[in-house]
């Protein structure tokens, strides 16, 4: 098993310039999730998932929209990026119960000029 | 509000000396509780969690962590560090309530551990 891939792993971008970053989960998890790690600030959760063709806003949501058409992947897009999303990007996968953990992808590390 | 803190942002230790990285949280109900390691330029790997019952529990790498829920804390512990434990450490905590997506995460504490 793969387990949580993302793709791609490094990316620049100008300002106001668009992209999607894909999230991809072999494990047939329901849930799905997209966070923001920042220096000393831990990780925030940006959108989640928690089945195919449902998306809900976590905690820093402006500025990203997500999608989740097939149950294995969830994808996260930013329309006009800004350089306050210069950031590291995880998506995380986990079955259903609160008590399960999330199984985390490599990152991606974007940055935004 | 539901939180939960990492009071130190650095911890050193000597190779071959316990290891403690402190994690307290405040929540109105009861809460499932999960370190979390990241080794550099990796995403975060699961070490251990506690849900319910015996207060000390065990994870991978000879990790454990103690619930002590007077205290509020879930402190993660190993006997005898190694170098290659060197990595940043996350506390995280779940609540009974509050939606599926609240996984809230401390903001890490870096372990050095020196030969």
């Known amino acids: 098993n793969a387990g949580v891939t993302q793709t791609p792993k490094f990316r620049v971008l100008k300002t106001g310039q668009s992209m999607t970053l894909l999230c991809a989960q072999d494990?047939?998890?329901?849930?799905m999730y997209w966070y923001r790690q920042d220096p000393g600030m831990g990780l925030r959760l940006i959108h989640y998932s928690v089945g195919e063709g449902t998306t809900a806003k976590g905690e820093v949501p402006d500025g990203y929209n997500v999608s989740r058409l097939k149950k294995q992947n969830f994808l996260l897009g930013l329309e006009s990026a800004a350089p306050s999303q210069t950031s590291v990007y995880f998506c995380?996968?986990?079955?259903?119960?609160?008590?399960?953990?999330?199984?985390f992808g490599p990152g991606t590390r974007l940055t935004v000029l | 509000a539901q939180s939960v803190a990492q009071p130190e942002d650095q911890v050193n230790v000597a190779e071959g000396n316990p290891l403690t990285v402190k994690c307290t949280y405040s929540?109105?109900?009861?809460?499932?509780l999960f370190w979390y390691v990241q080794y550099p330029n990796r995403g975060l790997q699961f070490l251990l969690k506690y849900i319910t019952g015996d207060n000390l529990v065990k994870g991978s790498y000879g990790f454990e962590a103690e619930f002590n829920k007077s205290q509020t804390s879930f402190h993660l512990k190993k006997p005898s560090a190694l170098v290659s434990d060197s990595a940043l450490y996350f506390c995280?905590?779940?609540?009974?309530?509050?939606?599926?997506?609240?996984?809230?995460f401390g903001k890490g504490t870096k372990l050095s551990v020196k030969p």
């Open positions: 494990m047939n998890h329901e849930y």
């Open positions: 995280a905590v779940r609540f009974y309530g509050g939606s599926q997506g609240n996984l809230i």
């Open positions: 995380a996968s986990s079955y259903v119960a609160r008590y399960n953990e999330q199984f």
């Open positions: 929540v109105s109900g009861n809460p499932y």
